[in-house]
């Protein structure tokens, strides 16, 4: 059963499906390594000007960069600044998904450990610990390579259907309105209308 790292998730699991094999969510696990760079930028642009209005060149991914964002990230990976090392920490982590098996996979997640744990870097190591202590869970994806993707995709399509209708009156039309959406079927309809 795929989740995120939230302990009510992991204790309903536990609770009701307690043969399942529980796997954590690479996005939700991502999220966890983007959080702790991101703390670090924060504390370091209040002495550091460089790093102000950075603060997407250290979330994206390198290959969703534009140009010009490129551009100002390698005129800052050389600066000796604690980010750069915060960012390298993440894109290490990023390549954990890329090994061949779990034991190779076991093997990366404790030199990464080791790493960020001895980084001196607050947040990091805070986001070292966390990963720790789902350990089991995060190696588990080796194993079924499950993700929620699809299921955010879908959650983000009805509540912006609830944003739109700005609610509904009762449960049963929002459980209407889930299924419909979900389903993509075609009704038919026309695509435009011509009033």
Not at 84 to 104: E, G, H, I, M, W
Not at 109 to 138: C, F, N
Request: with cysteine; charged share 25%; proline share 2%.
């Amino acid at each position: 059963m795929c989740c995120n790292l939230s302990r009510a998730y992991i204790a309903g699991v536990k609770a009701f499906f307690s043969r399942a094999k529980l796997v954590f969510d690479r996005f939700h696990v991502m999220k966890i390594i983007n959080a702790a760079v991101d703390e670090v930028r924060r504390d370091e642009s209040k002495e550091n000007a460089l790093l102000k209005k950075t603060r997407y060149l250290w979330l994206k991914n390198p290959s969703k960069l534009t140009a010009k964002q490129r551009k100002k990230l390698e005129s800052l990976k050389y600066q000796h600044l604690d980010t750069v090392r915060a960012y390298n920490l993440k894109l290490s982590f990023q390549d954990f998904f890329t090994q061949p098996d779990r034991a190779a996979g076991e093997e990366f997640l404790k030199r990464w450990y080791h790493w960020a744990t001895h980084s001196k870097l607050v947040p990091m190591i805070q986001a070292a610990y966390t990963i720790k202590d789902h350990w089991e869970g995060i190696l588990n994806w080796f194993e079924s390579r499950v993700s929620n993707g699809i299921l955010e995709g879908i959650n983000s399509l009805i509540q912006a259907a609830k944003a739109r209708a700005r609610g509904y009156r009762n449960v049963k039309t929002l459980i209407t309105m889930a299924y419909i959406i979900g389903s993509r079927l075609d009704y038919g309809l026309p695509k435009y209308c011509l009033c």
